[in-house]
């Protein structure tokens, strides 16, 4: 299973965006939901061995991280308006008294307050990287490094901050790049499935089955 | 300069879709919209040296072409819904009487009618490339074979018709593909976008300058 993390240095926690000007008004979580597009859907359908966080570090109820299951989501649709109604709901419903962790909300999508820390509490084993342009090509990563359940921190539009890095280096992370280019982080997300999906042996079961 | 020509089976060629809507009211012309951002924007702002068609082949209006032009756009943002409303303008202008081909109606956005046809006409030379599973890998493709102004004919959330098929194979298409699983439009995008970058020799001026 790979996981994704990508961190929100300005999306706002809480669900009072608007709809009708989502990067506007909510920090960038148009960003952020992009990826979950990118992790999450191709031709077939979800990937269900998939899961996204998205970190959102910014505004009154921060930190505060959602969680897409490809597992168990259901109603996860490309469009952008309907993955930010998705998130309006599910940031927008009160919290159960003494609920620890990742609490589901919707369909395959869970809330929990705190940010990096919830994360990693709630991840388990599994390789970490971080997406980083000066990093190691992925392209000449091992087979046997990208195998199991990898986890890939992706920063948003103004990167990883510093004190993000150190705290993934600290985790064992290591950096890795896509490309020679500065991407957009959905992009970068396109990349990483990309390369999963080759590595894949023949005859796996493909990732939406 | 490289091209891409997405061929939009139900999308709208007609500006009466609803910005709240989108997927739903415009033929799926988000799946469209999407790849220009994947094809136009990175971080650094717009790749000057990408031009993006989307064949519009639905509604009355049908069939029209809106053209995207890295080097002269302006206004492009990564959100649906700007993209969308862009569109929407374009699309909606009265078309000068007497005009052919490509007419500018916005900061590097152009309308023709005509759908493949118009798009053939404006492209000039390059090799072609079709967008298709079953294709040869694109990692396996000569430098120079993806050197110069080539031009990916990529289809839309159904794939390629047989009869476009037909067509851009006669074009002196050749079938390419970007990995194992069937993706979608704007990730294929993503995926040409990447390897043209990692093609390019080191020290070349960037994409975006």
Redesign the interface.
Known sequence: MARFVVIGQTATASADFSL????GSSGRL??LL?CV??AL????GVRRDVTVYLVLLAGPDAPRTLRFDGASAKYV??????LATLAKKALGAERPVGARGFVERRHGIAVADGGLDAVVADLGPGRAFLLDESGDDIRGIADADLAGDPVFFIGD?LGVSASMRDRVLALGGRSIA???????S??VV??V??EL??R?P?GAP??GL
């Open positions: 009708e000007d989502l990067a148009d960003v992009r597009r990118a859907l191709y031709s077939h649709r490309p469009d952008e308006r309907p539009h896509v490309g020679p280019e500065s991407l957009h959905d992009d396109t990349l499935t990309n999906d080759r894949r023949r493909a990732a």
